[in-house]
């Protein structure tokens, strides 16, 4: 009786290893994010330059007149306020409407396949959120440079606020998406919560002249040591310690991102 031929034993195809960074799939997911707003740039960048010099002009030229705070012209005072809302608001955009999109279309599992660890992921998306912060930001400066004279005082407060401020609401705005159910959520994020804080952190006026509880409760408003730090960096003038921004920026950015990354570890809201 002859032998039989011994089966051989198929495996199924193993995933690719990364030993270390998937440098790869991490510079793809944050040219995704990138390209995403970039392609839609009349949206995400013409958009809220157009925002931008409407609050200039009701503010500065209709409102403002030859006022000083002080001894800085209204708009120079005003100027770095209105760009970093744009920074704000933009960077907590980007993330979130980037997860929230996905869950509508069903494609979260494309975030989970892909051999990208949670760390990974997080820096992908904060990273693209940032970047479109920081190119709104600096797209509204130049747009608003007609009509207030920035000088620059300190550029390492203008680059440390402005990317710090970026990291936090690209951060925020992950944990935003990834928390949000529908776009009604996202919304409810938005305008009890992101825009609130941004008009009562001194943006337009001086926080010294608001009457108590409220000038107290600004100043455990995040936002306005993150303005007030940017402001600092043109005008040479703060309300408050730069030093406690300075580390209040350095611990949300950290605490954030620790946030984010459980999120993603756990699969918070994205495997069930």
């Known amino acids: 009786?002859?032998?039989?031929?011994?089966?051989?034993?198929?495996?199924?195809?193993?995933?690719?290893?990364?030993h270390g960074v998937n440098w790869e799939g991490l510079k793809t997911l944050y040219l995704r994010e990138v390209r995403r707003f970039l392609k839609v740039g009349m949206q995400t960048?013409?958009?809220?330059?157009?925002?931008?010099?409407l609050y200039m002009l009701v503010f500065v030229v209709a409102v403002g007149g030859f006022r000083e705070v002080h001894g800085v012209p209204y708009g120079t005072f005003v100027a770095p306020g209105l760009v970093?809302?744009?920074?704000?608001?933009?960077?907590?955009?980007?993330?979130?409407?980037?997860?929230?999109?996905?869950?509508?279309?069903?494609?979260?599992g494309d975030f989970v396949t892909p051999p990208l660890s949670a760390g990974e992921q997080v820096i992908g998306f904060g990273a693209g959120a940032?970047?479109?912060?920081?190119?709104?930001g600096a797209v509204s400066l130049l747009a608003v440079l007609p009509f207030a004279r920035l000088p620059l005082a300190q550029a390492w407060a203008v680059l440390y606020f402005g990317v710090g401020a970026a990291l936090i609401m690209g951060f925020i705005g992950i944990m935003a998406g990834l928390w949000s159910e529908k776009f009604d959520h996202m919304a409810a994020v938005t305008n009890f919560v992101i825009m609130p804080m941004t008009f009562l952190s001194g943006t337009f006026y001086l926080v010294e002249r608001l009457p108590e509880p409220f000038q107290t409760a600004s100043h455990f408003n995040p936002f306005?040591?993150?303005?007030?730090?940017?402001?600092?960096?043109?005008?040479?003038?703060?309300?408050?310690?730069?030093?406690i921004g300075a580390t209040m920026t350095a611990v949300l950015?950290?605490?954030?991102?620790?946030?984010?990354?459980w999120m993603f570890r756990v699969g918070y809201k994205i495997k069930t």
Not at 84 to 97: D, G, H, K, T
Not at 253 to 261: H, I, K, Q, R, T
């Open 1 to 18: 009786m002859r032998d039989l031929p011994i089966a051989e034993v198929v495996l199924p195809p193993q995933p690719r290893a990364y």
């Open 45 to 53: 960048l013409a958009a809220p330059v157009v925002t931008a010099l």
């Open 253 to 261: 950015v950290l605490g954030l991102a620790w946030a984010c990354l």
């Open 224 to 243: 306005f040591y993150l303005i007030d730090g940017f402001r600092f960096g043109f005008t040479g003038q703060a309300e408050s310690n730069l030093w």
């Open 130 to 136: 940032a970047t479109r912060g920081i190119l709104v």
């Open 84 to 108: 970093m809302m744009q920074i704000l608001s933009n960077a907590f955009a980007n993330s979130s409407s980037s997860l929230l999109q996905a869950k509508f279309n069903g494609l979260m």
